[in-house]
């Protein structure tokens, strides 16, 4: 069972950039890996994903402005997020998943607050 941690997050203002990081506990290049974020009140949104050969997606909402990559080598899944918005704000998760299995990992949440 992998486990993640995330790291990043914070206070910026509107037009910043930040980047979060999520660390897993064994070899991530058999996993998905996704990124998603919620509001209180509101289901868990996608903000990207990226396959085990490195082809990523976005939903329109952050396409041109969030990036996820991941460093297999270092178990490290990434989003940078640049011109970030005040709707960015929300908490951020990290999750892994083995195509072919139905079950999905989750880090802790990590929160960002963009302010206006």
């Known amino acids: 069972q992998v486990q993640l941690v995330q790291s990043g997050g914070g206070l910026v203002q509107a037009g910043g950039s930040l980047t979060l990081s999520c660390v897993a506990s064994?070899?991530?290049?058999?996993?998905?890996m996704d990124w998603y974020r919620q509001t209180p009140g509101k289901q868990r949104e996608w903000v990207a994903g990226?396959?085990?050969?490195?082809?990523?997606n976005y939903p329109d909402s952050v396409a041109g402005r969030f990036t996820i990559s991941r460093d297999n080598d270092k178990n490290t899944l990434f989003l940078h997020m640049i011109s970030l918005k005040p709707e960015d704000t929300a908490v951020y998760y990290c999750?892994?998943?083995?195509?072919?299995?139905?079950?999905?990992?989750w880090g802790q949440g990590t929160q960002v607050n963009v302010s206006s």
């Open positions: 064994e070899k991530i290049y058999l996993y998905a």
């Open positions: 999750s892994a998943v083995r195509p072919g299995f139905s079950t999905y990992y």
């Open positions: 990226i396959s085990r050969n490195n082809i990523a």
